[in-house]
Nanobody
Framework: QVHLVESGGGLVQPGGSLRLSCVVS????????MDWYRQGPGLQREWVAG???????NYADSVKGRFTISRDNAKNTVYLQMNSLKPEDTAVYHC?????????WGQGTQVTVSS
């Protein structure tokens, strides 16, 4: 069983920044591809960004140029740096691991962008 714990969410004004963290249990973190998803109020969950074990990154068009995903294998942690936040970025953000047929989710962290 793999446990994921997100943190770093909060209330921020439009144009502001937040950095989310996701700590992953176990000894296999370095080989996982890690993803961030979000689910806004009344919306379906959407993929936000991903990073492979080699550090290759990919982003949804809606966040490209504003969000940066990174990882620290020594700390079993994946990050999501979010800049130039917009009200439409308001959502619960979850990190995710899909390894073979096993998929794991964190409990999520709330991000609210509002003035």
């Amino acid at each position: 069983q793999v446990h994921l714990v997100e943190s770093g969410g909060g209330l921020v004004q439009p144009g502001g920044s937040l950095r989310l963290s996701c700590v992953v249990s176990g000894s296999m973190f370095s080989i996982y591809t890690m993803d961030w998803y979000r689910q806004g109020p009344g919306l379906q969950r959407e993929w936000v960004a991903g990073i492979t074990s080699r550090g290759n990154t990919n982003y949804a068009d809606s966040v490209k140029g504003r969000f940066t995903i990174s990882r620290d294998n020594a700390k079993n942690t994946v990050y999501l740096q979010m800049n130039s936040l917009k009200p439409e970025d308001t959502a619960v953000y979850h990190c995710n691991v899909l390894y073979g047929t096993n998929e794991y989710w964190g409990q999520g962290t709330q991000v609210t962008v509002s003035s």
